[in-house]
């Protein structure tokens, strides 16, 4: 389980390491921000696409086979990017990266809900959840660190080498814990599954780029055939005798709720991932390192509190953490919606740690009392479906993010009688950000009123 932790630290850490380096990528490659934002998105997407796959995989390949296949494939990954000197290169190497990833969190989740007794599952998905939030969340300090002292190829020569680790460990102690069934593959669900997932975020993704906006032809129709896709592979799944992904799991409210949570916990951590460095860079022209450091103490406070949060979920249920959680995030990004140039930097951190701590009080006991409603014999099932969305949530909210970051600083060039062919300015970044984060608060509102629904389940054993 170790090895499966680390290994999935990094993949984690992945999501979002290359955040605070998007400027330097925009100025090293010579292109766009829309562009640039696809080192994360096309992440994002491999993940969306691929994870759907994992319950299968995980009833026709052991444990270890998933987890060496994994770690391999994420190793050549970095080692891709830390040797990438265009930008294609280093977009290969994320997707291989990605790859690993998209086997890997499946499968560490799975194997909480296999080897730990129901009356501890708060603790350990605790463990977890510090892992697969608070590494997203420290990924842009890091990063930062490197580059500061280093380069930018060094945050993929770490990732090779704590990979490496969690390769070789795993090689010697990772045992076989999953039941091998091989159920019969059905292409035709793999391939609606393939352009409904990666259509929706295609779409989504295209959004911010060029004059036409929303009604460009790369947006309107990649949506439109996802979303036709998507239905067809919901109604396939709900026809067969033995689905690749079960979604009636979604008949059980409480997963329901859950899964809705941590899709917009993916949402408001993916986006403001992206906000905050470019703000801190190119707003407040801080160097790299010192918006690492900025970041910092929230990643800190965020893994540190996802324990104890498993804990008082053992105790107290999910409505405990969850609404103020809720409510805690949405005050913070409130204020985030107004920072300008002369916003003081204990404002940001403040605000940054209210809202990893916000965070952290709704992801682990949504997801947790999400899955324990479910028989044990669909855990396969509920762990591909709430991964997917996860991914898939954090490519759309980016997405729409940059999207409405880059009209608000658009908006507030043609106001000010500047071209819009120019570079943009400060001022106008800020006014984009600003619009950015009331998009990113209407998400974390919605969130609360669905988190009012949420209640503690009697746990499936």
Same mark, same amino acid.
């Given at each position: 389980?170790?090895?499966?932790?680390?290994?999935?630290?990094?993949?984690?850490?992945?999501?979002?390491?290359?955040?605070?380096?998007?400027?330097?990528?925009?100025?090293?490659?010579?292109?766009?921000?829309?562009?640039?934002?696809?080192?994360?998105?096309?992440?994002?997407?491999?993940?969306?696409?691929?994870?759907?796959?994992?319950?299968?995989?995980?009833?026709?390949?052991?444990?270890?086979?998933?987890?060496?296949?994994?770690?391999?494939?994420?190793?050549?990954?970095?080692?891709?990017?830390?040797?990438?000197?265009?930008?294609?290169?280093?977009?290969?190497?994320?997707?291989?990266?990605?790859?690993?990833?998209?086997?890997?969190?499946?499968?560490?989740?799975?194997?909480?809900?296999?080897?730990?007794?129901?009356?501890?599952?708060?603790?350990?998905?605790?463990?977890?959840?510090?892992?697969?939030?608070?590494?997203?969340?420290?990924?842009?300090?890091?990063?930062?660190?490197?580059?500061?002292?280093?380069?930018?190829?060094?945050?993929?020569?770490?990732?090779?080498?704590?990979?490496? #680790?969690? !390769? &070789?460990? =795993?090689?010697?102690? %990772?045992?076989?814990? @999953?039941?091998?069934?091989?159920?019969?593959? *059905?292409? /035709?669900?793999?391939?609606?599954?393939?352009?409904?997932?990666?259509?929706?975020?295609?779409?989504?993704?295209?959004?911010?780029?060029?004059?036409?906006?929303?009604?460009?032809?790369?947006?309107?129709?990649?949506?439109?055939?996802?979303?036709?896709?998507?239905?067809?592979?919901?109604?396939?799944?709900?026809?067969?005798?033995?689905?690749?992904?079960?979604?009636?799991?979604?008949?059980?409210?409480?997963?329901?709720?859950?899964?809705?949570?941590?899709?917009?916990?993916?949402?408001?951590?993916?986006?403001?991932?992206?906000?905050?460095?470019?703000?801190?860079?190119?707003?407040?022209?801080?160097?790299?390192?010192?918006?690492? #450091?900025? !970041? &910092?103490? =929230?990643?800190?406070? %965020?893994?540190?509190? @996802?324990?104890?949060?498993?804990?008082?979920? *053992?105790? /107290?249920?999910?409505?405990?953490?969850?609404?103020?959680?809720?409510?805690?995030?949405?005050?913070?990004?409130?204020?985030?919606?107004?920072?300008?140039?002369?916003?003081?930097?204990?404002?940001?951190?403040?605000?940054?740690?209210?809202?990893?701590?916000?965070?952290?009080?709704?992801?682990?006991?949504?997801?947790?009392?999400?899955?324990?409603?479910?028989?044990?014999?669909?855990?396969?099932?509920?762990?591909?479906?709430?991964?997917?969305?996860?991914?898939?949530?954090?490519?759309?909210?980016?997405?729409?993010?940059?999207?409405?970051?880059?009209?608000?600083?658009?908006?507030?060039?043609?106001?000010?009688?500047?071209?819009?062919?120019?570079?943009?300015?400060?001022?106008?970044?800020?006014?984009?950000?600003?619009?950015?984060?009331?998009?990113?608060?209407?998400?974390?509102?919605?969130?609360?009123?669905?988190?009012?629904?949420?209640?503690?389940?009697?746990?499936?054993?």
């Amino acid at each position: 389980m170790a090895s499966l932790m680390l290994a999935g630290f990094v993949g984690t850490f992945n999501e979002t390491a290359l955040n605070i380096a998007l400027s330097n990528f925009i100025q090293v490659f010579s292109i766009s921000t829309s562009i640039a934002q696809w080192l994360t998105t096309g992440y994002l997407l491999t993940l969306g696409i691929l994870i759907p796959l994992s319950g299968l995989l995980m009833q026709w390949f052991t444990t270890r086979q998933l987890f060496l296949t994994a770690a391999i494939v994420s190793l050549g990954g970095a080692g891709i990017g830390g040797m990438a000197g265009s930008f294609e290169v280093l977009l290969t190497g994320r997707i291989l990266q990605a790859t690993g990833t998209g086997l890997l969190l499946p499968l560490m989740f799975n194997m909480v809900f296999i080897i730990f007794p129901a009356h501890k599952r708060g603790m350990a998905m605790g463990l977890v959840t510090m892992i697969f939030t608070a590494a997203p969340a420290v990924g842009p300090t890091v990063s930062g660190l490197l580059i500061a002292n280093l380069s930018w190829h060094w945050i993929f020569w770490l990732s090779f080498v704590l990979m490496l #680790i969690a !390769l &070789l460990v =795993g090689s010697l102690y %990772m045992q076989n814990v @999953s039941t091998i069934t091989k159920p019969r593959i *059905d292409l /035709f669900s793999l391939a609606v599954s393939t352009v409904g997932f990666g259509g929706i975020v295609f779409g989504f993704s295209h959004a911010g780029e060029g004059d036409a906006g929303w009604n460009s032809a790369m947006v309107v129709w990649p949506l439109i055939v996802g979303g036709v896709a998507l239905i067809l592979f919901v109604y396939r799944q709900l026809t067969m005798e033995r689905p690749l992904m079960n979604v009636k799991a979604f008949k059980h409210p409480m997963f329901l709720v859950g899964t809705l949570l941590i899709f917009v916990c993916m949402s408001i951590n993916i986006s403001s991932m992206l906000l905050l460095p470019m703000f801190l860079i190119r707003v407040l022209e801080m160097s790299t390192l010192s918006a690492a #450091i900025i !970041l &910092l103490p =929230g990643g800190i406070v %965020m893994g540190l509190s @996802s324990p104890l949060i498993g804990r008082l979920f *053992d105790k /107290f249920g999910p409505r405990f953490l969850v609404i103020p959680g809720l409510v805690l995030a949405a005050v913070a990004l409130w204020f985030f919606s107004d920072i300008t140039a002369i916003s003081t930097t204990a404002f940001i951190v403040t605000l940054h740690v209210c809202l990893m701590i916000g965070i952290a009080l709704v992801w682990m006991p949504a997801q947790t009392n999400g899955m324990n409603q479910l028989p044990r014999e669909m855990h396969r099932d509920g762990t591909a479906i709430m991964n997917s969305l996860i991914q898939v949530a954090g490519a759309i909210g980016m997405a729409v993010t940059v999207s409405i970051m880059t009209a608000g600083g658009n908006k507030y060039m043609k106001a000010a009688s500047m071209a819009t062919e120019s570079p943009i300015t400060p001022e106008a970044l800020a006014a984009g950000i600003q619009d950015a984060f009331l998009f990113v608060l209407s998400v974390a509102v919605a969130g609360a009123i669905v988190g009012l629904m949420i209640k503690r389940v009697k746990v499936s054993r």
